[in-house]
Structure formats: C-alpha cells, structure tokens
C-alpha cells in the first residue's frame, strides 16, 4: 500500500498549549471564525432542531460549500424544513462578502439578512429564503463540549485538519416558521455544531459514521472516522455521553468500541452499509454502556455523482471519484450493563449518517489484505 502517512486526534499537553485550548472547558472564542475563507479552508456553523409533531428544521451557514474549497470565499447559509407528512422545503441564500460578516470573537455571523449568533449557551439564529423564513432560538441543557482537541490532523508535519465543535450538544428549541403562507411555532429540541478545515474532507477521510441521539435522560453523540488509504484507513472515535444533562464520559479515556453488525452492499451507491452500529462504551468510574442504532430504514440514498453540477460530475467521473450518503432511520437504545448483565434499557426513535468518500473497498477483507 505505499508508506501510510501520519494522522492523529491529539490529546496531549503539547497540542492543547499549541493550539491555545483549555482540557477542562470550552471557550468563546472556539465558536468564532476560525478560517478566513481563502484557498484550500472552509467553514460551517450547523444547527438542526426536532419537534414533537414530525418537524424538522436544519439551518447552515458557510463560507464556502466544502466541495468548494479551493475557490474563493462564498457565503451562503441554506435551510431544509421537513414538514410532519414527509414534505422538504429547501433553500439557498447567497449573500457578497460586503452583505457578510464572519466574526473570531464568538459565534456572530451575518449572510445577507440571515443571521446566527451564540455564546455556547444560548443562540439566536434568523433565516429567509424565497419560500421560507424561520426564527430559532436555541438554549442549551448540555454544556459545550469538544473530542479532545477537536482537530484531526494528517500529515507527517500535521500540515492538514478537519475541526468539529458541538456547541451545543443538546438544547430546546423554539422556531417561528412561515411557509407558502403558512405560520407554524414550535417547540422541540436542538443541536449545533461548528465545522472548518483547510483542505477538502475527500482527501482526508475514507467515510465516517455520525450520529446522535436523545435517550430517555440520556444525550448521545457517537461518530467512528475512518482515514483515506493514504493514512492507512485509520480509525478514530469521537464520542460523549450525558446523563440528567451532565457529561458522564466521552473518548478522551480511550474505551470506545465500534461493533457494526449485519453488514450489505447497497444497491444504489454501491457502499458497505451496516444494519445496526454499535458503541460499547466504559465511562471513568467504570460505568459500562452499549449504545446501539438499529437501522429500520432509510431517509436518504445519495450517489454525488448524481446531484453534482454537470461539470463537476464530469470531472469527478474521471478522476473515479464514486461518493455517497446514506441517512438512516430507526430506533437508538442504551443499555447499562453491571457485571455482565444489562441492567437499563431505554430506547428512542433515532437518526444517523454514513458519509462515504472513498472506494468501496475500505472493507473488513480489504484491511486485511492491506496490513
């Protein structure tokens, strides 16, 4: 396979000096700008909030869409409404660099009239398309939280990273949302997270699962990042879990463990999928958990190739490029395990994600072959 090149999540006195972080808190600043939107870096600020009738509200704002990197900055902030019968209303909101404002301070960004702003407990975010207008407000009941420094980085001089900050881990939320001239409010619960990097995510990682869930008094976030060939498919946990809105333990103790079970070739992108993604997971007091999603079905199948722009899904066709995402639907439990035997179970409707950018050949016979 080549000389396998460096890679590393850091958890280190050295890392967290260098990069001005604290181990023990997440601060202000961390949510603010933290990539000014030149070549080759990229940045997003995600928030997504769920209701009790079926809504589903996910508000973006960018610099640049992340399959655009190596462009010139581009802001845009985008909106999906998911109505209780299945129904999406979608939108992009474009703005010139004058119309916006990214600031490093703390979370205050502007597109155009679209706004997002936040302080890692409370947020207020506004967006308006041609079709769609929505309000959130968004209070956070866990406190911010980061997977030990929150960079990845690759390369034998760490010259490339992927960055990721759940600002809000897990909230309420309150959205006034108007449609077609239709006025909806609403109360539920909400998420935000902060990405940036500075190279395409294709080139760094293979595919990643990422999911989160909300789980009786539980709050689970749960993602296993696998690296491109180049790093040598190497894994890397990311992974919080909150009881009574307090954080219990995450992967800074090293315990997790990635179980896939029931694994298929889907039909449509090609992708190993897995039935059901397990985390076994021992918290620092020696608290033992298992965290299971259990797939029923899918919300979304995506091969890129087929929603890229024309001249970009030529491009992509010719340098092989074969990506796709899948978006699951079922049922996340928990279960507390005490010298072998299972305790608690508690189970909630759940969603999840697989992310797939690399060949299809990143299986279990493949790694094998590779060592």
Same mark, same amino acid.
């Given at each position: 396979?080549?000389?396998?090149?460096?890679?590393?999540?850091?958890? %280190?006195?050295?890392?967290?000096?260098?990069?001005?972080?604290?181990?023990?808190?997440?601060?202000?600043?961390?949510?603010?700008?933290?990539? %000014?939107?030149?070549?080759?870096?990229?940045?997003?600020?995600?928030?997504?909030?769920?209701?009790?009738?079926?809504?589903?509200?996910?508000?973006?704002?960018?610099? &640049?869409?992340?399959?655009?990197?190596?462009?010139?900055?581009?802001?845009?902030?985008?909106?999906?409404?998911?109505?209780?019968?299945? $129904?999406?209303?979608?939108?992009?909101?474009?703005?010139?660099?004058?119309?916006?404002?990214?600031?490093?301070?703390?979370?205050?960004?502007?597109?155009?009239?679209?706004?997002?702003?936040?302080?890692? &407990?409370?947020?207020?975010?506004?967006? =308006?398309?041609?079709?769609?207008?929505?309000?959130?407000?968004?209070?956070? /009941?866990?406190?911010?939280?980061?997977?030990?420094?929150?960079?990845?980085?690759?390369? %034998?001089?760490? $010259?490339?990273?992927?960055?990721?900050?759940?600002? !809000?881990?897990?909230?309420?939320?309150?959205?006034?949302?108007?449609?077609?001239? $239709?006025?909806?409010?609403?109360?539920?619960?909400?998420?935000?997270? #902060?990405? *940036?990097?500075?190279?395409?995510?294709?080139?760094?990682?293979? #595919?990643?699962? *990422?999911?989160?869930?909300?789980?009786?008094?539980?709050?689970?976030?749960?993602? *296993?990042?696998?690296?491109?060939?180049?790093?040598?498919?190497?894994? @890397?946990?990311?992974?919080?879990?909150? =009881?009574?809105?307090?954080?219990?333990?995450?992967?800074?103790?090293?315990?997790?463990? @990635?179980?896939?079970?029931?694994?298929?070739?889907?039909?449509?992108?090609?992708?190993?999928?897995?039935?059901?993604?397990?985390?076994?997971?021992?918290?620092?007091?020696?608290?033992?958990?298992?965290?299971?999603?259990?797939?029923?079905? %899918?919300?979304?199948? +995506?091969?890129?190739?087929?929603?890229?722009?024309?001249?970009?899904?030529?491009?992509?066709?010719?340098?092989?490029?074969?990506?796709?995402?899948?978006?699951?639907?079922?049922?996340?439990?928990?279960?507390?395990?005490?010298?072998? +035997?299972? !305790?608690?179970?508690?189970?909630?409707?759940?969603?999840? $994600?697989?992310?797939? @950018?690399?060949?299809?050949?990143?299986?279990?016979?493949?790694?094998?072959?590779? /060592?």
């Amino acid at each position: 396979m080549g000389r396998i090149k460096n890679s590393i999540h850091p958890d %280190d006195k050295f890392h967290y000096e260098k990069m001005g972080l604290r181990r023990d808190r997440v601060e202000l600043w961390e949510d603010g700008a933290r990539v %000014d939107g030149s070549k080759g870096n990229y940045e997003w600020w995600y928030y997504d909030s769920h209701y009790p009738d079926g809504t589903v509200l996910v508000i973006f704002f960018y610099s &640049k869409m992340p399959i655009s990197v190596e462009g010139p900055i581009k802001p845009m902030a985008t909106v999906e409404l998911t109505l209780p019968g299945g $129904e999406k209303i979608s939108e992009e909101v474009y703005a010139s660099i004058e119309e916006s404002y990214y600031a490093k301070e703390s979370c205050d960004v502007r597109i155009g009239e679209c706004f997002c702003r936040g302080d890692l &407990k409370h947020y207020d975010v506004y967006i =308006k398309g041609k079709r769609v207008e929505a309000k959130l407000s968004l209070e956070g /009941k866990v406190r911010a939280w980061r997977s030990q420094t929150g960079s990845i980085f690759f390369g %034998d001089r760490e $010259e490339h990273y992927f960055a990721w900050l759940p600002a !809000i881990p897990e909230g309420s939320a309150v959205a006034d949302v108007s449609y077609d001239g $239709e006025s909806l409010h609403l109360e539920g619960s909400g998420y935000h997270d #902060h990405n *940036w990097g500075n190279i395409s995510m294709l080139k760094l990682m293979h #595919h990643w699962y *990422w999911g989160r869930a909300k789980i009786g008094n539980y709050n689970v976030i749960s993602a *296993w990042i696998t690296a491109e060939k180049k790093y040598g498919y190497k894994d @890397f946990d990311v992974f919080m879990l909150a =009881k009574d809105g307090e954080i219990i333990g995450d992967n800074s103790n090293h315990t997790l463990r @990635f179980l896939p079970e029931e694994r298929y070739l889907d039909e449509l992108t090609g992708k190993p999928v897995y039935k059901k993604v397990i985390y076994e997971y021992e918290t620092p007091t020696g608290e033992e958990y298992r965290i299971t999603y259990n797939r029923h079905g %899918d919300i979304n199948k +995506t091969r890129f190739l087929d929603v890229l722009p024309k001249p970009v899904s030529i491009l992509a066709r010719l340098i092989g490029f074969d990506g796709g995402y899948h978006r699951f639907e079922g049922e996340a439990s928990i279960e507390r395990i005490e010298k072998g +035997t299972v !305790i608690e179970r508690v189970s909630a409707p759940a969603v999840w $994600e697989l992310m797939y @950018f690399g060949k299809a050949a990143a299986d279990e016979k493949y790694r094998e072959k590779s /060592k």
